[in-house]
T-cell receptor
């Protein structure tokens, strides 16, 4: 069974601060997705990363895929209260697009 | 705006009742999924379906069944609800190549079994 670990579990920061959170797998994976879930809603896809060393940017969010294809990071610059939510990483397993999700990182950005 | 619609946001049922959770998607997606989400345990896959009338067990299928009679609709059934099935239930759909396009989730149904 492929294990996905996300860290830290919880993070509470002040508006304007920068932060980095991590997603690590017990084995090499082919590609990975990041989702954000706001309270009372379902997760929403942010990005898919597929190539070792790949970096993708989404406004103030920077996603990186490790060279060894076993880890990924999400960096947020100048966090805003609107960034508050649960950040989930997920990796593809099997031949039929079934995703395995990490337990998530709960981010709270205080005004 | 494409979406996945879950029939109820909140549901309260009694132990032993048969419970139906409905999910409809308007994107012509082949794949549909049911997850439950619990604090500290993350999203756990209950059942999924790759096509009409097809279903496969996920990681925690015990106590649940599913039905997919039409492409756009995927129903989760709790045959005899128990208190340990109190949870947030999330439905999702994706194209056949769901990996490149990601999943689209519904807003969830928070089920309480008393």
């Amino acid at each position: 069974t492929q294990l996905l670990e996300q860290s830290p579990q919880f993070l509470s920061i002040q508006e304007g601060e920068n932060l980095t959170v991590y997603c690590n797998s017990s084995s090499v994976f082919s590609s990975l997705q990041w989702y954000r879930q706001e309270p009372g809603e379902g997760p929403v896809l942010l990005v898919t990363v597929v190539t070792g060393g790949e970096v993708k940017k989404l406004k103030r969010l920077t996603f990186q895929f490790g060279d060894a294809r076993k880890d990924s990071s999400l960096h947020i610059t100048a966090a805003q209260p609107g960034d508050t939510g649960l950040y989930l990483c997920a990796l593809h397993t099997g031949a039929n697009s079934k995703l395995t999700f990490g337990k998530g990182i709960t981010l709270s950005v205080r005004p | 705006d494409v979406k996945v619609t879950q029939s109820s946001r909140y549901l309260v049922k009694r132990t032993g009742e048969k419970v139906f959770l409905e999910c409809v998607q308007d994107m012509d997606h082949e794949n549909m999924f049911w997850y439950r989400q619990d604090p500290g345990l993350g999203l756990r896959l209950i059942y999924f379906s790759y096509d009409v009338k097809m279903k496969e067990k996920g990681d925690i299928p015990e106590g649940y069944s599913v039905s997919r009679e039409k492409k756009e609709r995927f129903s989760l059934i709790l045959e005899s609800a128990s208190t340990n099935q109190t949870s947030m239930y999330l439905c999702a759909s994706s194209p056949r190549d769901g990996f490149n396009y990601g999943y689209t989730f519904g807003s969830g149904t928070r089920l309480t079994v008393v």
